[in-house]
């Protein structure tokens, strides 16, 4: 049962993954690819860890820093990118 819970985490993950970089290929502004890339990847990478973490419940401390570290990194990273893509000023 831990197993099928843990693999359907990760593969709903990597459907995440996928699903945001189809709006790559459209005609969309930069603004809307980056934010639609930004919550997939990070959705994404979270189900697959949360994925992982259900797995190998002995290395939840490391598990549990890197889901800290997606939702601050990808987060911040994802405005900053946004911010410099902006060439109003």
Do not use: Q
């Amino acid at each position: 049962m831990i197993d099928i819970l843990s693999y359907g985490l990760m593969a709903v993950g990597l459907v995440f993954w996928f699903w945001g970089t189809l709006p790559l290929l459209g005609l969309r502004s930069v603004l809307f690819k980056l934010h639609t890339l930004t919550v997939a990847d990070t959705l994404g990478s979270m189900l697959i860890v949360l994925g992982l973490l259900v797995k190998i419940p002995r290395e939840w401390p490391l598990l549990i820093l890197a889901l800290i570290s997606l939702m601050l990194w990808n987060t911040m990273l994802g405005y900053v990118l946004a911010y410099c893509s902006n060439n109003e000023e």
